[in-house]
């Protein structure tokens, strides 16, 4: 007992603590230690990287409603949305679009880029878009979808649309004028003038169906919807029913041209007719 009271606690911490470190010695020394060699993955699925505006709610969420069953792999990286949405706004924004897709998996391949804004691709122009993400990922094909509609009304063969949007006024016009510099006729045009990226993906879906089933057509071929962060996609089918024509959404057409790019564009149904053509 009087040579425990001499034994300060300090060293008999430290008397412990050596105890315990032999004992991990001893299973160390015990221990059988296997290198095994990995296997990797020989072929990959088709990967689609999607840009997405930090304020949109709906985009992630219609292509994973999509493509959910497909052997795809889908990745998502965000870009800084500046508001209210202005052209000087949606071209300050696209400054970032380099940065953005390089980290989609940074050195690796994807195989097509999408980028998730209509108005910010018209304002920007499709091919300083396409120059940016090709410096970040030069092998990768692009869609965005602007581009995308352009190319689902000729397949369609389309001449003249209805336009709904849910911007300002002169974003509104901006939509407009590029339909019909690329020689559509659009026959009406009806829109929201929503300032705010973020407030459009708080419009109600009974709302949009409410008011685009008794949208004026007035002879239109077909019906186009602007805008990623509308809730659209999921009531298409239903608005073809009511309307007789066919119904295009920003990202109907978006998805439907993703898919286009990668060949997996088969067995997608309930989300218009756009999809039927295949």
């Known amino acids: 007992k009087s ?7 300090s060293k008999l911490s430290y008397f412990i603590i050596c105890l315990i470190n032999l004992e991990y010695l001893h299973i ?28 949109d709610f709906m985009i992630e969420k219609d292509f994973i409603n999509v493509i959910k069953d497909k ?4 990745f998502v990286n965000r870009i800084e949305c500046y508001n209210p949405l202005t052209k000087e706004n949606l071209i300050k924004m696209s400054e970032k679009v380099t940065e953005v897709t390089n980290n989609i998996l940074p050195n690796e391949d994807i195989d097509c880029i999408v980028y998730g804004c209509t108005s910010g691709t018209i304002a920007a122009g499709f091919e300083s878009i396409e120059k940016k993400v090709k410096a970040a990922k030069p092998n990768a094909k692009l869609t965005t979808p602007s581009s995308a509609t352009l190319k689902a009304l000729k397949r369609l063969s389309i001449k003249k649309i209805a336009i709904f949007t849910p911007y300002s006024k002169i974003l509104n016009d901006d939509v407009v004028n590029f339909f019909t510099s690329n020689g559509f006729e659009v026959t009406s045009n009806s829109y929201l003038d929503i300032k705010a990226d973020y407030d459009i993906g708080k419009v109600e ?16 071929d077909a019906l186009f919807v602007s805008c990623t962060a509308l809730s659209v996609l999921n009531i298409i089918d239903k608005l073809e029913k009511k309307l007789n024509i066919p119904v295009l959404s920003s990202n109907q057409a978006l998805i439907w041209d993703s898919l286009e790019s990668i060949g997996k564009n088969k067995a997608v149904l309930g989300f218009g007719k756009l999809f039927n053509i295949n």
């Open 3 to 9: 040579h425990l009271n001499r034994f300060s606690t």
């Open 205 to 220: 879906q009974e709302f949009l169906y409410n008011s685009l089933s008794q949208i004026e057509l007035n002879e239109a």
């Open 28 to 55: 160390g020394f015990s221990m059988k230690l296997n290198k095994i060699e990995p296997q990797f993955i020989k072929n990959s699925n088709p990967r689609i990287g999607l840009i997405a505006l930090a304020t």
């Open 71 to 74: 052997e795809i792999d889908f």
